[in-house]
């Protein structure tokens, strides 16, 4: 299996800040890695999907870049609505393995 | 809309089978484009893919539980159900049905969730 890796685990940051999480995988995984936002008592929302597209909805202050095996999640402005555990996935392989989470508060 | 409910029971005992069905609406399932599948969530923790079928019957499923878990599809009915069985308390988790699009594979539509406890 591939094996993904988040970080922070955790971070604490303020509305108006520029947020960046870092997924990391074990073997290159192309441009197959998705990021999604999910909150407390709620499915998970698909932001961001291929690596860096933005998924129809998604307001544009969610960004994402990387490829082979480093990929990021930027949030331009942290906005109220947006603290909540962020996850990214893998779909290069089977099984389609998610990173362990990044709670923002 | 596309929207998609999950239904089944929230209690189940060890060693048995745990069923749930994913009820799709404002689409059909039989759609050439999207796989449909499962997603777990055990309480506090983070997320497990178990696997996902094509409105053919064709499916595909995570090693871990492959030798535990069916996947199955009824387009006349427009739903998909998973099967787990001689489950634990491992199992114990929100259980999430959704859309995956295509060979990329992400989730873009999700239902809402439900819980399923293990316990005698």
């Known amino acids: 299996d591939i094996q993904m890796t988040q970080s922070p685990s955790s971070l604490s940051a303020f509305v108006g800040d520029r947020v960046t999480i870092t997924c990391r995988a074990s073997?290159?995984?192309?441009?197959?890695l998705n990021w999604y936002q999910q909150k407390p008592g709620k499915a998970p929302k698909l932001l961001i999907h291929?690596?860096?597209s933005l998924q129809s909805g998604v307001p544009s202050r969610f960004s994402g870049s990387g490829s082979g095996t480093d990929f990021t999640l930027t949030i331009s402005s942290l906005q109220p609505e947006d603290f909540a555990t962020y996850y990214c996935?893998?779909?290069?392989?089977?099984?389609?393995?998610f990173g362990p989470g990044t709670k923002v508060d | 809309q596309l929207q998609l409910q999950e239904s089944g029971p929230g209690l189940v005992k060890p060693s048995e089978t745990l069923s749930l069905t994913c009820t799709v609406s404002?689409?059909?399932?039989?759609?050439?484009?999207?796989?449909w599948g499962w997603i777990r969530q055990p309480p506090g923790k983070g997320l497990e893919w178990i696997g996902i079928?094509?409105?053919?019957?064709?499916?595909h499923y995570n090693p871990s539980l492959k030798s535990r878990v069916t996947i199955s599809v009824d387009t006349s009915k427009n739903q998909f159900s998973l099967k787990l069985s001689s489950v634990t308390a491992a199992d114990t988790a929100v259980y999430y049905c959704?859309?995956?699009?295509?060979?990329?594979?992400?989730?873009?539509?999700w239902g809402q969730g439900t819980l399923v406890t293990v316990s005698s």
């Open positions: 959704g859309r995956t699009f295509g060979d990329s594979n992400y989730f873009d539509y």
């Open positions: 073997q290159s995984i192309t441009s197959s």
């Open positions: 291929a690596a860096s």
């Open positions: 079928i094509y409105y053919s019957g064709s499916s």
């Open positions: 996935q893998q779909t290069y392989s089977i099984p389609f393995t």
């Open positions: 404002g689409g059909t399932i039989s759609s050439v484009s999207y796989y």
